[in-house]
């Protein structure tokens, strides 16, 4: 910045990554040392408020913008308060922006009229957050200011994965595994104070805002769903979790029960990993720590280190395939005919197919923005290639908007999975939507809390409500046609239309859209991650425990 005063500031621009700990972020801003002659250095922690995130939808199946139900809304406010507050007991705070239409805009502004020499960022992989750091940064590289970018949202450095692999993302979860080895060591250092804060001038700083404020309408009436967001409250969760080290060493990710609600089987770190509230490399060193301590402890793919490698080998496939997030232009992706029909999908994303187990679990994600992932499996599967045959891009875009943890990579990933579009191909393997939650939950509690309606059904009904006498039905106060809807399709004849037709695709496209390269569709040893309605009780089953994706 040729003819400007020495800059004597440095940023440190929050995206993800809304923590303290483990975030060589902002410890490089915080290490910065403005030029000879110049006075000490000053440090702005900035977080700019992104309309194309918050911007309200008015026609929107539910409150919220287009791309974020209020749910994930209100956590990633949560989280910034929270974060405010922790720099705040380091002598600093949060400057919170708000963009008027392109987030890079506000950000470089920031970076000219705040005399900024180095700005600090956590790298990104997802390509909206490429495309806005490449603005920003080829702006600040060409105005003078350093630009610092570590890789701390993830394990590994997925470009460096890619490398290692000649190139090419490693498309199986082993492979993956056995190039990446070891992660690097969080970084554990503590510090008691930050620089001091630098002049804003005529710039307007904002509260943290309420989702109120936001402008979502009314709201009164949408349930506060049990998880709340910021770094505290992670830590405090990681914590809980890893105190019972016999449930960390026996953890194995097929197991867990998906219709436990008041106290969910997981550990529910999802959407604080999602977030950066949680740093991954510090909730790995913890967990070894813990292995540590213990005799034996299960191996991945299905212990709780291997649910972070999950998450990491999505991480790297998605950032080396172009198109990763639709099916066409996809080269991993099978082209599948599926059909468009939207009164079956509607049915769908507001849980009312006339199958409670299903239904239960929409009304869970609508409600709370997360569910078990094994409910997500079952709920993906009767969409897909199970019961509806309906494109798995429309489901995706229901998770993405009301999940609480919805990650880009992760999403697209596991949709890609369940859809036996890509990574998975047994297509055949199903999940009945009536006795596969059955299993764990035969009484129906879970389907009782999140519909109401039905919570006076006998047990033996509460699956199949439509199979219930008529005399049954009024004495439940529950008429199915009326109260609670019959089943949108037949799932024994609506199942094996789709094996038929998921058969004919395969067959279609075995030549030329093959990731397997060579194998035989049946010789594919990718394992379901749980059984179906056809195998359940079988020997066979017992192989579908071997591997899953991860939420």
Known sequence: MEGATAA???????????????????????????????????????????????????????????????????????????????????????????????????????????NIGKLCFESDTEPYAQARDKKVTDFALASGIEVFTPVSHTLFDPAEIIKKNGGRPPLTYQSFVSIAGEPPDPAMEEYSELPPLGDTGEYELLPVPTVEELGYGDISQEEIPPFRGGETEALRRMKESLQNKEWVAKFEKPKGDPSAFLKPSTTVLSPYLKFGCLSSRYFYHCIQDVYKSVRNHTKPPVSLIGQLLWRDFFYTVSYGTPNFDRMKGNKICKQIPWKENEELFVAWRDGQTGYPWIDAIMIQLRKWGWMHHLARHSVACFLTRGDMFIHWEKGRDVFERLLIDSDWAINNGNWLWLSCSSFFYQYHRIYSPITFGKKYDPNGNYIRHFIPVLKDMPREYIYEPWTAPISIQKKANCIIGKDYPKPVVDHETASKECRKRMGEAYASSRLDANPTKGKTLNSSRRKMPHGDQDTSNSTSAKLLKRNGPAE
């Open 8 to 114: 004597t500031a440095a940023m440190v621009w929050f995206r993800k990554g809304l923590r303290v700990h483990d975030n060589p972020a902002l410890d490089a801003a915080r290490r910065y040392e403005a030029g000879a002659g110049a006075a000490s250095a000053r440090l702005y922690p900035v977080f700019v408020l992104d309309p194309r995130y918050l911007r309200p939808d008015p026609v929107a199946s539910s409150p919220g913008s287009a791309r974020a139900v209020v749910a994930r809304i209100r956590f990633l406010l949560e989280s910034l308060s929270d974060l405010d507050a922790r720099l705040r007991r380091l002598g600093s705070r949060l400057l919170l922006l708000r963009a008027r239409d392109d987030v890079a805009d506000a950000v470089c502004a920031a970076l000219k009229d705040w």
